[in-house]
């Protein structure tokens, strides 16, 4: 039997997952467009009401006024949305849902605690269906998670859980294991890139604002840019905070060094046993960044306790 049989792609995980994944994407990119329309209007407000400084024209000065008001109101519209809609708290507990599946899943599908091989295939999906209700009950939004379907024990996991310990450990290394190393080595060196090319920037930014005050101190140049440069640099280092590019590089990686050790343990499971151990330990190693995600991510919001 080949490996690609075995194997368990994104396409063949719960609907449940795939919903929540797709739902965790669209709270992100709704948080991001907003909080980057809040910037960009806040550093052109800043540029107009730069420019306004060096015009002569009364009515030139009026309609840059006017602009700049107008894109202080729409940043603040954006700042509104952004806080009457929270999209980042369907970014991170969609994030949050999809993967504690994706973990049961695949715990499912390689017959790990708590679905080990000696149970029945009924008995295992009645467990797993009953973990899932518990994941989603217990989501701190409430978010439509069957839009993709309804099916939760997809063909391909109930193949891989009837295949023997060698298929499954070969699948596992391979479509979870590998892939997650992959994948979190990929993004630190990306985050790495993106915050060097960041920090670059407002160096720059930086120097022509001082540039810009000696030139406007020596009576040089009829347009102060500081303003409007300082305006830049306040954004691109709340851009920078957003995107946390320099703790999701080390984090990251710390995480893809984590997962090769991972790999190199799996020799060590030789029985079902020692298995299932081993795939709870990866599991672990896995989930570990994604709390520490959550946890950076979130605020903490405790809930009321209802008096009895």
């Known amino acids: 039997m080949t490996q690609l049989q075995y194997g368990l792609g994104n396409d063949d995980l719960p609907d449940v997952q795939r919903s929540a994944d797709t739902t965790s994407m669209e ?6 467009r907003w909080t980057k329309f809040r910037l960009q209007f806040v550093v052109a407000a800043a540029i107009a009401g730069a420019l306004t ?18 894109l202080f109101l729409l940043a603040l519209m954006s700042e509104i949305i952004l806080l009457n ?6 970014w991170y507990h969609g994030r949050a849902v999809a993967e504690s599946v994706k973990t049961l899943a695949w715990k ?24 899932l209700s518990d994941i989603v009950a217990e989501s701190h939004i409430l978010a439509d998670y069957s839009s993709s379907g309804t099916q939760q024990v997809s063909h391909r996991m109930t193949v891989l ?61 009829p347009l102060d840019a500081g303003s409007a440069l300082a305006a830049g640099v306040a954004a691109g280092g709340a851009w920078i905070e957003v995107k946390q590019f320099d703790t999701l590089s080390n984090a990251y990686a710390l995480t893809a060094t984590e997962l090769a050790l991972v790999s190199a343990a799996a020799e060590q499971a030789t029985d079902e046993g020692s298995w299932s151990k081993y795939v709870n330990s990866a599991e672990q190693a896995i989930s570990r960044e994604h709390t520490m995600w959550l946890a950076r991510r979130v605020r903490t919001r405790l809930p009321r306790r209802r008096e009895p």
């Open 27 to 32: 709270g992100q990119k709704s948080y991001l």
């Open 85 to 90: 809609f929270h999209p980042e708290d369907t």
């Open 108 to 131: 499912f599908s390689v017959c790990a605690d708590p679905f080990p091989a000696d149970s029945t295939f009924e008995d295992a999906k009645r467990l797993f269906h009953q973990q």
């Open 161 to 221: 859980r009837g295949a023997t310990l060698a298929e499954r450990k070969a699948a596992y290394a391979r479509d979870r294991v590998e892939d997650q190393r992959s994948w979190y080595s990929r993004k630190a060196k990306e985050n790495e890139s993106s915050a060097f090319k960041w920090r670059v920037t407002l160096v720059c930014a930086e120097m022509l604002g001082a540039l810009s005050a000696i030139l406007s101190l020596l009576s040089i140049a």
């Open 53 to 70: 400084i060096s015009l002569d024209s009364e009515w030139q000065k009026q309609a840059l006024t006017g602009s700049s008001l107008a």
